[in-house]
T-cell receptor, first 116, second 112 residues
């Protein structure tokens, strides 16, 4: 079963508009972390925002906010005031323990295209 | 502060060959994780090294092996390369096993 599901292969948004990228997750562990990464065509994974499973407030980092709905197991990324430079692949990931290690499990990503 | 670096940037090999990819972790980081990202997919966890020991492994065969050195830099070795090993290999370092992982720019491996 998919642990991280991103149902939007591609999204378009106009410059200066807000956009929501969807992410649902599946885990039985009460302690986990949720991340969003941006991957431009260069390949590097750029950390955007983090939400811990016990955090009471939704995380925010500048123009990025995470809409965390624990009961629904969703962790959607909201980008406000989109910019042309936001065009990239976006990955949702969950950190969970695996034995003594801690790994990130990624979704299949959403390609965001910002248009004029 | 120097971020995570990886070398080489690109690599072309043929089936059956062996390859070594290198990763220098960020200063102060003692944990390195390796991921494989096939085209059009999200990264898949290969393994993690903590203080020179492998402390976790994903669903990859034994021909994927690694090392971590006393300065916490790391190598990923792949033996008997297969066409499906063509991918972007990402290294991430962190200040501890459960700390935030910072990614390097990746090594793009092509197996012909």
């Amino acid at each position: 079963a998919q642990k991280i599901t991103q149902t939007q292969p591609g999204m378009f948004v106009q410059e200066k508009e807000a956009v929501t990228l969807d992410c649902t997750y599946d885990t039985s562990d009460p302690s986990y972390g949720l991340f969003w990464y941006k991957q431009p065509s260069s390949g590097e994974m750029i950390f955007l925002i983090y939400q811990g499973s016990y955090d009471q407030q939704n995380a925010t980092e500048g123009r990025y906010s995470l809409n965390f709905q624990k009961a629904r197991k969703s962790a959607n990324l909201v980008i406000s005031a989109s910019q042309l430079g936001d065009s990239a692949m976006y990955f949702c990931a969950m950190r969970e323990p695996t034995g003594t290690a801690s790994k990130l499990t990624f979704g299949t990503g959403t390609r965001l295209q910002v248009t004029l | 502060e120097t971020g995570v670096t990886q070398s080489p940037t690109h690599l072309i090999k043929t089936r059956g060959q062996q390859v070594t990819l290198r990763c220098s972790s960020q200063s102060g980081h003692n944990t390195v994780s390796w991921y494989q990202q096939a085209l059009g997919q999200g990264p898949q966890f290969i393994f993690q090294y903590y203080r020179e020991e492998e402390n976790g492994r994903g669903n990859f065969p034994p021909r994927f092996s690694g090392l971590q050195f006393p300065n916490y830099s790391s190598e990923l070795n792949v033996n008997a390369l297969e066409l499906d090993d063509s991918a972007l290999y990402l290294c991430a370092s962190s200040a501890g096993i459960y700390n935030e992982q910072f990614f390097g720019p990746g090594t793009r491996l092509t197996v012909l």
